[in-house]
């Protein structure tokens, strides 16, 4: 089996795109690949973060993606900070990184051109972490969406020039665009992606919102004045937008639903998506607290923690043996 790692940074809380985007993808992948996922809690704190505030989300990630039906028996989960291999790869990867390609990493171009304060040196050295992240467990691929393609090739380029500094010592790995996941968008503005940002709670669907609430959101998403249920994303995104979530969480190829809908109005769409919408999330919040509840968290990690920490040891063993730290 081919194997793929992935981080998830613990800031900020779930929501619909993320589900259908990211997570349904993992649920999939799972079966096909030998799948690694953390919580990214060093990459975490590049930027500040009540302790309070890492602990609850870092909870919330794991009890969500669990209730979203990731397997532990299949899948190892864990938390970076569990994992000194991180750190210490993290750091030899930074010292193989030269300032002029991390000065590149859009993220961090974008903040310093925005003229932004207090960006930290760890949000400057923060690709060179996540390559080490990658290169540890030799992956064969890794997930990822269009803004980190960039930190992947780079990966690549940090593994070629240890490889080729000392000698053969990473696999080479390869981004797998996510892009069979489905794009949503915010049922306000459907022109723009469905996000986390705090200045449009109506277009979000949050996975832990109040399922009545969630419903509403739905009911009042943004339209158009055309009257017929079609999918034109082109010209109508409200109500392709809304005919993509019912498809993707019932399952129901948009055609079907688009015929079911032939002479009828807006209305009545939204109705039974308002209804999909509240019986998925009462089914997720259910398993959601009886995960939390259950202490099954701890144990998810310990035992991914084992795992990881035996390969990536492996690993940095022969690192540490090839820079010459070990004598
Ligand atoms: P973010 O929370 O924006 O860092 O995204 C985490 C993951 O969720 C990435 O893999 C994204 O591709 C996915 N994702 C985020 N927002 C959406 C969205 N509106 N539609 C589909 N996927 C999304
Ligand atoms: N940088 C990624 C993000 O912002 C998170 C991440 C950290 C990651 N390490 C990784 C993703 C390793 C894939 C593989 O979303």
């Given amino acids: 089996m081919e194997r793929m790692v992935s981080g998830i940074k613990p800031t900020g809380r779930l929501h619909l795109g993320n589900y259908i985007g990211a997570i349904s993808q993992f649920i999939k992948y799972q079966e096909e690949y030998e799948l690694f996922i953390f919580i990214a809690n060093l990459h975490a704190i590049t930027v500040p973060i009540e302790a309070k505030e890492l602990r609850k989300n870092t909870k919330d990630l794991i009890a969500l993606y669990l209730a979203c039906g990731l397997d532990p028996e299949k899948t190892t989960l864990f938390l970076q900070s569990d994992v000194d291999a991180h750190a210490k790869l993290g750091w030899v990867m930074t010292c193989t990184s030269y300032v002029g390609e991390l000065q590149r990493m859009t993220q961090y171009k974008d903040k310093t051109a925005k003229g932004e304060s ?76 469905m996000s986390k940002s705090v200045t449009d709670p109506k277009g979000t669907i949050d996975l832990l919102d109040d399922p009545n609430v969630a419903r509403k959101k739905i009911m009042s998403a943004v339209t158009d004045s055309i009257g017929i249920i079609q999918y034109d994303p082109e010209n109508q995104p409200g109500i392709s937008n809304l005919l993509t979530i019912q498809s993707v969480l019932t399952n129901e190829p948009i055609e079907s639903i688009v015929s079911r809908y032939q002479g009828k109005g807006y209305g009545e769409l939204k109705k039974e998506i308002g209804q999909t919408i509240f019986d998925f999330l009462t089914d997720l919040q259910s398993k959601y607290k009886a995960i939390i509840e259950s202490g099954k968290i701890d144990e998810v990690l310990k035992q991914g923690a084992e795992k990881a920490n035996y390969i990536a040891n492996k690993k940095i063993r022969k690192v540490y043996k090839k820079v010459g730290f070990t004598l």
């Fill in 118 to 193: 207090g960006i930290t040196a760890g949000l400057f050295t923060y690709p060179p972490l996540m390559a080490g992240d990658i290169i540890l467990y030799d992956a064969d691929y890794v997930p990822v969406g269009k803004d980190q393609t960039q930190h992947v090739e780079l990966t690549r380029d940090l593994a070629e020039r240890f490889n080729n500094r000392y000698s053969d010592t990473f696999k080479i790995p390869k981004p797998l665009t996510t892009s069979v996941g489905q794009k949503i968008c915010s049922l306000q503005d459907p022109t723009k992606k």
